[in-house]
Structure formats: C-alpha cells, structure tokens
C-alpha cells in the first residue's frame, strides 16, 4: 500500500526557514516522479516543486525558485523541501503527492497527474 507522510511544518518568522520532510512507504521513491503541492486558505492547491524519477531533474514554480530546493534521500525513501526566505505569502498546507504512473513533471513545477497525496503539514510565515 503506497503511502506518504509529511513532517515538519510550523511557525517560523519570515526571512526563516524549514525543512519539510515526506516519507513514502509501500513503493521505491527514487523511481517515482514526486511533487510538493500548497493550498493557503481560500485558494487552489498549486504545484511548488517536482522531481522527477530516476534522473533527479528539478523543477519549481516561479514564486518559489532559488528559495525552496528539493531533494531527495533514497536511503531513507524520502524527499525533502528545504525552504528559505520564507514570506508570509507562503503560508499554507503544503502536501507531497508520488505520480500515478509515469506522467512526471510540469515545468512549473507540478506533477503533472498525482496519484498519491499525504495528509498535509501546516506552514505559517508570520511575525
């Protein structure tokens, strides 16, 4: 059973930074497209970062590029975001979601059509 958890949202003051966590179990991350979605309140969920299976290719939406990087632990089977700069306008829930089959990543940075989502971290960017 394919499963995701996301850890290590919370509070932190903007200019800050996190380091969100997703853990997969049930299947090979390294050989899965992964994608972090956010939806603040009263808004669409919308892709921030993706990466791709096997060749490790990175991709972000624009907002977030060259503050938030992705990456990936296959020891652990996990994929990071590690997030810096961090504004309030990033608050939101941010979820990791794994591809449904091969379809990867957007190149703005979406995955193109998730199959598996976790249940969400909350991230709060206020002073």
């Known amino acids: 059973q394919v499963q995701l958890a996301e850890s290590g949202g919370g509070l932190v003051q903007p200019g800050g930074s996190l380091r969100l966590s997703c853990a997969g179990s049930?299947?090979?991350?390294?050989?899965?497209?992964i994608g972090w979605f956010r939806q603040a309140p009263g808004k669409e969920r919308e892709g921030v970062s993706c990466?791709?299976?096997?060749?490790?290719?990175?991709f972000y939406r624009g907002s977030v590029k060259g503050r938030f990087t992705i990456s990936r632990d296959n020891a652990k089977n996990t994929v990071y975001l590690q997030m810096n700069s961090l504004k309030p306008e990033d608050t939101a829930v941010y979820y990791c979601?794994?591809?449904?089959?091969?379809?990867?990543?957007?190149?703005?940075?979406?995955?193109?059509?998730?199959?598996?989502w976790g249940q969400g971290t909350q991230v709060t960017v206020s002073s």
């Open positions: 979601a794994a591809d449904s089959d091969t379809y990867g990543c957007s190149g703005y940075g979406a995955l193109r059509l998730p199959g598996y």
């Open positions: 049930g299947f090979t991350l390294r050989n899965t497209a």
């Open positions: 990466m791709a299976a096997n060749d490790e290719s990175t």
